[in-house]
């Protein structure tokens, strides 16, 4: 749809007094689904945009970090819409296997049932019935916040396209044998009962305990020292290195293992730094990676002493003990034999936890399934290296080769029941059968399906072209893919970035799932706190809304949207937001009331103003800029820009000088009222993509057209006025300088003042009117006295201010003031006079000292002729 086929009946310029968002962003919101402006057509001849969403776990809900993010991608698809391209956001949600289980399963366990009791089809089929009747709530927390995603499209990564998709990818990476199963060291939550990978495992220091404990006996002993007592009933060596003299006797001889009937070897292996601690290790082939590396070289026997919820199994005391009960049973059983040599306690060290759960990880031997991602890491780290993918901001690629090129093979399989179940069967005879989604699982007495699932970052991991129809060569996927840029946190860029790169170059035959990774920071507190519900400071975005609307939220997430840095925010600042809102609506409610309009073509530029010429040159260069910002994902910039363009230059000066145009009448006030609705006009589009709802709702009032969301982006006209910007600018210091001294003075902001004014021969002379209504000034009359004058850029104010001023008292305070700027003048001149100290202070705070040496002879200046105005004493 054009825009000039989107003329309907001009709406009434009368607007509501006040703004009130609830009145309007529902209303607004769902006519913008109803007549499908957010759908995307893949037959359209439009060049293509593409952003896909991160999709959000089915169990979640919208938090500051959800509306960040959908903030930022909602601005650029919106432009991207209205600059004519055929736009696609595409919408979803992730399955999220072990929250969307734990959740089920503590509502079973309000039944007082567990899932074992229903079985794994029953079970599965009431987390489905969990999803339609309490999961995706965040589906309608985003309409509120105004998210323009094309809903017809929305997919779940646990649907029937998706899963075809997710089986297609299996099958074809186990046949370039780039899947395996192999039993290996894991990463396994006891809390969860499943395997999880290096990435969902959070480190972070702990408290704990470092022990130093004695094996073997006499000339046959070693000390050793660890963290983790009871993983000793696992021990199957010591190490020591090679070249280390203190222990070469003992290298190939059995030493007693305490506590145990066995014993156990001492092993060589470079891997020991003979540096640290005693120079010996215990050995645990089974539950630490290091240790099962040592024991493959050593071909060591590998046993496991812990179950699946940490509790020890091997025979004798300890056995039925829980780990935590277990260490310190066994430290005071070592300590009782005389073994234990020191303690260390406390005893800081990192520990990793459970991403989900925070319950410690018990590195444990387990038979998984795992992706080879040698070669798929080197694609995606080719693809970043040639150009093919730039990440923005571009200090972000040391973070993302840091990762790629030193990633270990992916445990994929997970210990569930709710997600994509292996599509391997097992046969009788120990065969093993990877089947297809075309294809029919083996049948017969013996063969079963692998009871793992895969991890969920695998199906998120193929989400730019599974949601578009793969592995069918669907329309879609021609039209849309590659996506044109992804929106996502740094703190994502292993979980999911980086899998959705190698799984996009594998399967779509080396074309990269995006041209650009726009990475954002995290939402913080007004102190750079992380937000938390255990730190008291988080907070639902939906109370904000509710209280401000949402785009005063959103104004205030992308105004502190720099890339790559975490954005800090506090309520104060989304009430400022909503005040920036206010005044959009207040003045656009003016411009209405004095007749702004939008019909016709724009006057000649040498029939208007400067004031009109002026903002029309700004506007040019406004137009400019955030283009300029929109493209670098400079959001906040952006923000900036927009904020002081509308609030200081529209609002403040051009509507406040037109108010004296629009009072005389005539040509010039009919010409300043269309300068003034297409400074409006583009402004709101501008301002559109960030704050939609206001925007929409003043637009569509001043132009009577259908809607800004396929309304076309503003261009630069190119017009600029370089003279008319430098006498506006003049004028601007008149006003303001008058301003501040009548402030200074304790005058009141609407107290009339006799003034002359002296503008003879300035560019001032035909802004006489506006200069008097801004300032207050009345004409001079009869027993005018200049008791104070004010030469400003050529020009000279001079005002009767009888009875109003101390004159001694306010002579006395300039001067102390100016002595104060005179002294700050020669400081900074005699720091940056010393060579020596430019040459060692850093290049911010040199330009601090050249900002207050500018503002201190600004202030010298202007103090100066405040001196010069007050009448003889």
């Known amino acids: 749809m054009t825009e000039n086929s989107q003329q309907t009946p001009a709406p009434t310029s009368e607007l509501p007094t006040q703004y009130t968002p609830a009145d309007v962003e529902g209303q607004l919101y769902e006519r913008w689904v109803e007549r499908g402006y957010f759908e995307a057509d893949e037959h359209s001849e439009k060049p293509p945009y593409t952003i896909v969403i991160p999709p959000p776990n089915v169990t979640g809900s919208l938090h500051l970090g959800h509306a960040f993010e959908h903030t930022l991608i909602d601005a650029l698809t919106r432009r991207k819409r209205m600059q004519g391209y055929e736009t696609l956001w595409q919408p979803g949600m992730d399955h999220a296997g072990i929250a969307t289980q734990n959740v089920v399963e503590r509502e079973l366990a309000k039944e007082g049932k567990s899932r074992h009791d229903l079985g794994r089809e029953a079970f599965i089929e009431r987390v489905w019935q969990w999803k339609g009747e309490s999961g995706g709530q965040i589906s309608g927390q985003m309409r509120r916040l105004g998210d323009g995603v094309a809903w017809s499209r929305e997919r779940f990564t646990m649907d029937e396209g998706l899963s075809r998709a997710v089986r297609s990818v299996f099958k074809k990476m186990y046949e370039d044998e780039l899947i395996y199963r192999a039993e290996r060291i894991i990463n396994w939550c006891p809390r969860c009962l499943t395997a999880i990978s290096d990435i969902e495992v959070e480190y972070q220091d702990d408290d704990g305990e470092l022990v130093s404990m004695r094996y073997g006996d006499g000339e046959d002993s070693i000390v050793v020292a660890t963290t983790r007592a009871e993983t000793m009933l696992g021990d199957t060596a010591v190490a020591v290195h090679p070249e280390d003299e203190r222990y070469r006797h003992l290298v190939g001889r059995q030493i007693r293992l305490p506590l145990t009937d066995r014993t156990i070897p001492v092993v060589a292996d470079a891997h020991v730094d003979p540096e640290f601690g005693t120079g010996a290790v215990k050995v645990t082939p089974a539950h630490d990676p290091n240790d099962f590396e040592i024991g ?400 929409e709702t003043l637009w569509t009032t001043l132009t009577g057209r259908e809607s800004l969301v396929i309304a076309e982006w503003p261009a630069d006209s190119g017009f600029r006025d370089a003279g008319a910007e430098a006498e506006i600018a003049t004028l601007q210091q008149v006003i303001t300088e008058v301003r501040r001294f009548r402030a200074d003075q304790g005058l009141q902001p609407g107290q009339r003042v006799p003034a002359r004014l002296s503008l003879e021969g300035t560019a001032l002379a035909a802004h006489e009117a506006a200069i008097r209504q801004l300032l207050r000034l009345q004409p001079e009359g009869e027993g005018f006295t200049a008791t104070a004058t004010l030469p400003v850029s050529g020009a000279r104010v001079a005002l009767d201010l009888s009875g109003t001023i101390d004159v001694a008292a306010e002579r006395k305070r300039l001067t102390k003031d100016l002595a104060a700027a005179e002294k700050e003048k020669a400081q900074a001149e005699g720091k940056l006079g010393n060579a020596e100290f430019l040459g060692k202070a850093p290049e911010k705070v040199v330009d601090k000292i050249r900002t207050r040496l500018s503002k201190a002879e600004a202030d010298i200046e202007r103090l100066q002729n405040q001196l010069e105005g007050l009448p003889a004493a």
């Open 296 to 695: 493959r070289r050593h071909d060591l026997p590998m046993l496991t002493v812990m179950d699946e919820r940490a509790v020890i199994t091997v025979p004798g005391p300890f056995e039925g003990l829980d780990r935590m009960e277990a260490r310190s049973a066994i430290v005071a059983a070592l300590r009782a034999e005389g073994r234990v040599v020191a303690e260390k306690r406390p005893y800081t060290h990192s520990v990793g936890h459970c991403s989900r759960c925070k319950t410690t990880v018990e590195p444990r031997l387990s038979m998984q399934w795992w992706v080879k991602v040698a070669p798929l890491a080197k694609a995606a780290g080719d693809a970043v290296r040639d150009g093919r993918v730039k990440i923005h901001p571009q200090e972000m690629e040391k973070r993302y080769f840091d990762w790629v090129d030193n990633l270990h093979d992916w445990t994929i399989s997970r210990q569930l029941w709710w997600g994509h179940r292996i599509p391997v069967w097992y046969g009788p005879n120990g065969e093993t059968v990877c089947v297809g989604p075309d294809e029919q699982p083996p049948a017969g007495e013996g063969w079963h399906q692998e009871t793992d699932v895969l991890d969920t970052w695998f199906s998120s991991g193929l989400w730019p072209f599974s949601t578009l129809g793969w592995p069918e060569q669907t329309d879609s996927l021609a039209k849309f893919y590659p996506n044109s840029v992804l929106v996502t946190g740094y703190d994502i860029l292993f979980f999911w970035v980086a899998r959705m790169m190698m799984f996009g170059l594998y399967a779509m035959d080396g074309t990269p799932p995006f041209h650009t990774i726009a990475l954002h920071g995290m939402v913080r507190d007004q102190f750079g706190k992380k937000m938390s519900k255990s730190f008291g400071n988080a907070v639902n975005p939906l109370d904000w809304m509710d209280k401000y609307g949402s785009d005063a939220l959103r104004f205030t997430l992308a105004r502190g949207a720099n890339p790559g840095v975490d954005v800090p925010i506090g309520e104060e600042w989304v009430q400022g937001s909503r005040n920036f809102t206010n005044k959009l609506w207040n003045a656009t409610r003016f411009a209405l009331m004095n007749g702004a309009t939008v019909e016709g073509e724009l006057p000649p530029a040498e029939r208007l103003s400067a004031t009109d010429r002026w903002i029309l040159s700004r506007l040019g260069e406004v137009v400019a800029q955030a283009d300029a910002y929109y493209e670098d994902y400079q959001f906040a910039k952006l923000s900036d820009l927009l904020f002081h363009f509308a609030w200081d230059e529209v609002f403040d000066w051009y509507v406040e000088l037109s108010k004296t145009t629009f009072q005389a009448g005539g040509q010039p006030a009919e010409d300043a009222r269309r300068v003034l609705g297409e400074v409006l006009d583009v402004t709101l589009r501008l301002l559109h993509p960030v704050v939609p709802f206001v925007t």
